[in-house]
Nanobody, 126 residues
Framework: QLQLVESGGGLVQPGGSLRLSCAAS????????IGWFRQAPGKEREGVSC????????NFADSVKGRFTISRDNAKNTVYLQMNSLKPEDTAIYYC???????????????????WGQGTQVTVSS
């Protein structure tokens, strides 16, 4: 059974850091492009960042550029999202997702993704 499981969320003060993990089971993560998305209360799910099968990364949200970094460790079948200088507006449920696509492409479109994790809550508050 193909499954993605996020972890690493929690409560952090403004300016703090968190590292989210997205672990895959039932399939090889390295054969998919992986995206991180987030959904705040009352808002639509938005693309944050993605990484291609070939390791090329893209940040979709201007607000996270320079603060968030996506990376992958194919040996551990895991993708990470390092989040630094966190702000209250980063508060959301964060999801990882996988989609099968060409080697050096990944999408910021929710509808492009085939498999989703259950999400992990990130709360930035003092």
């Amino acid at each position: 059974q193909l499954q993605l499981v996020e972890s690493g969320g929690g409560l952090v003060q403004p300016g703090g850091s968190l590292r989210l993990s997205c672990a895959a089971s039932g399939f090889t993560l390295g054969t998919y492009a992986i995206g991180w998305f987030r959904q705040a209360p009352g808002k639509e799910r938005e693309g944050v960042s993605c990484i291609t099968r070939g390791g090329v990364t893209t940040n979709f949200a201007d607000s996270v550029k320079g603060r968030f970094t996506i990376s992958r460790d194919n040996a551990k079948n895991t993708v990470y999202l390092q989040m630094n200088s966190l702000k209250p507006e980063d508060t959301a449920i964060y999801y990882c997702a996988a989609h099968a696509t060409r080697r050096f492409f990944c999408s910021g479109d929710v509808s492009a993704y085939d498999y989703w994790g259950q999400g992990t809550q990130v709360t930035v508050s003092s």
